[in-house]
T-cell receptor, first 111, second 115 residues
Framework: DAKTTQPTSMDCAEGRAANLPCNHSTISGNEYVYWYRQIHSQGPQYIIH???NNETNEMASLIITEDRKSSTLILPHATLRDTAVYYC????????????FGTGTSLTVIP | GAVVSQHPSRVICKSGTSVKIECRSL??????MFWYRQFPKQSLMLMATSNEGSKATYEQGVEKDKFLINHASLTLSTLTVTSAHPEDSSFYICSARDLQDEKLFFGSGTQLSVL
């Protein structure tokens, strides 16, 4: 799996947009970009994933650069409950392929 | 989204005993499940891939005889920590993939404390 690079930590004011970057410069053509988050002492929660096009769901938006070497997860209106560690993972979507977690970004939403 | 149930959520045991952790996919079938462990303030580390009806595939450095994995059905995988020692104390998390979906769903984790 391609390696990803994320900032160790970020702060965001409550109600503002949180933009979490991820670099994946060695991503292959068949690899998707997945985002998960982990709130303290819980299992990771799926947020969003995409291949080439930008994606949006009820939780977040995913912006992938045209060369696919980086992406940004956007939480449009951060709340205190969004405080968590956010993981960016790249992997093929084939059945059985493992998810390897990097170090992630610890996001703190400040009141 | 799909639900993965993991039990127990917390277990405290004496050194030398064995502990079994269950992982169930409640509303989908999972031919493949994954087991992770996580130490405080660290990321998730993949331990093994559990395949229904066959032997598990372990990551490098993970002891097969220490961490026994059984995946007897399409909805249940178990991880048994054998002869647990204090250094095995950790947060263990299972995950499963719905064949109809590209996403991986995670259990709520098991906090193991070995005294």
């Amino acid at each position: 799996d391609a390696k990803t690079t994320q900032p160790t930590s970020m702060d965001c004011a409550e109600g503002r947009a949180a933009n979490l970057p991820c670099n994946h410069s060695t991503i292959s053509g068949n690899e998707y970009v997945y985002w998960y988050r982990q709130i303290h002492s819980q299992g990771p929660q799926y947020i969003i994933h995409g291949l080439k096009n930008n994606e949006t769901n009820e939780m977040a938006s995913l912006i992938i650069t045209e060369d696919r070497k980086s992406s940004t997860l956007i939480l449009p209106h951060a709340t205190l409950r969004d405080t968590a560690v956010y993981y960016c993972i790249v992997r093929p979507s084939n059945t059985g392929n493992q998810f390897y977690f990097g170090t992630g970004t610890s996001l703190t939403v400040i009141p | 989204g799909a639900v993965v149930s993991q039990h127990p959520s917390r277990v405290i045991c004496k050194s030398g005993t064995s502990v079994k952790i269950e992982c169930r996919s409640l509303d989908f079938q999972a031919t493949t499940m994954f087991w992770y462990r996580q130490f405080p303030k660290q990321s998730l580390m993949l331990m093994a891939t559990s395949n229904e009806g066959s032997k598990a595939t372990y990551e490098q450095g993970v002891e097969k005889d220490k961490f026994l994995i059984n995946h007897a059905s399409l909805t249940l995988s178990t991880l048994t920590v054998t002869s647990a020692h204090p250094e095995d104390s950790s947060f263990y998390i299972c995950s499963a993939r719905d064949l109809q979906d590209e996403k991986l769903f995670f259990g709520s984790g098991t906090q193991l404390s070995v005294l």
